[in-house]
Nanobody, 125 residues
Framework: QVRLVESGGGLVQAGDSLRLSCAAS?????????VGWFRQAPGKEREFVAAMNWGTGRTTYEDSVQGRFTITRDNAKNTVYLQMDSLKLEDTADYFC?????????????????WGQGTQVTVSS
């Protein structure tokens, strides 16, 4: 079975940075694996943040985080990261990583069948 575990969340001030980690066990990221980051604020729908095609390294970002967030990977650790810079109050949410071993676009929640439990990010002024 696949397990995804997020870490790295916390309470920060606007303008600060955080790096979230998503470590996978039970299955190795490989060619045709899509890995994504989503976030969900209380009372709101889950929102796409970023995604990476593990095989090609191609990344996609939601417009509001473009230029501030960067998704990267560590093949040896079977881990994907989300570097978040210039954090804003509206970035406050629970952040989830997701993975799908198949040919999917990777920009909607329905593209993924494997999810982590989330890590909380709170940005204050």
């Amino acid at each position: 079975q696949v397990r995804l575990v997020e870490s790295g969340g916390g309470l920060v001030q606007a303008g600060d940075s955080l790096r979230l980690s998503c470590a996978a066990s039970g299955r190795t990221f490989s060619t045709y694996t899509m890995v994504g980051w989503f976030r969900q604020a209380p009372g709101k729908e889950r929102e796409f943040v970023a995604a990476m095609n593990w095989g090609t390294g191609r990344t996609t970002y939601e417009d509001s985080v473009q230029g501030r967030f960067t998704i990267t990977r560590d093949n040896a650790k079977n881990t994907v990261y989300l570097q978040m810079d210039s954090l804003k109050l509206e970035d406050t949410a629970d952040y989830f990583c997701a993975a799908e071993w198949g040919l999917v676009p990777g920009i909607t929640s329905k593209d993924y069948s494997n999810w982590g439990q989330g890590t909380q990010v709170t940005v204050s002024s």
